[in-house]
Nanobody, 121 residues
Framework: QVHLGESGGGSVQAGGSLRLSCAAS????????MSWFRQAPGKERMFVAR????????YYADSVKGRFTISRDNAKNTVYLQMNSLKPEDTAVYYC??????????????WGQGTQVTVSS
């Protein structure tokens, strides 16, 4: 079982930055595929960014490309999402998700409880 806990959310003005963290309680964290998703009020949850287990490959939604950076520290069992040039449309609850290597691409077995990010104009 893997437990994920996000932190770092908050309120910021447009153009500002936040860094989200997701700590995982997993002995095999370095084997997990990690991603960030977000869900705005009244909308479906959407993919934000993904990072491979080794950290060598990253992938972003078009809406955040060039502004957000996903990274991981396998020694600390933590994945990060650095968010710069934030826009009001980035307002959402942000979730981290994890998948074992055997899980099909795009599917995730473990989810955090989410952290709120609010961007004001």
């Amino acid at each position: 079982q893997v437990h994920l806990g996000e932190s770092g959310g908050g309120s910021v003005q447009a153009g500002g930055s936040l860094r989200l963290s997701c700590a995982a309680s997993a002995r095999t964290f370095s084997n997990l595929r990690m991603s960030w998703f977000r869900q705005a009020p009244g909308k479906e949850r959407m993919f934000v960014a993904r990072i491979a287990s080794t950290g060598g490959h990253t992938y972003y939604a078009d809406s955040v490309k060039g502004r957000f950076t996903i990274s991981r520290d396998n020694a600390k069992n933590t994945v990060y999402l650095q968010m710069n040039s934030l826009k009001p449309e980035d307002t959402a609850v942000y979730y981290c998700a994890a998948a074992r290597p055997s899980t099909r691409p795009g599917e995730y077995e473990y989810w955090g409880q989410g952290t709120q990010v609010t961007v004001s104009s």
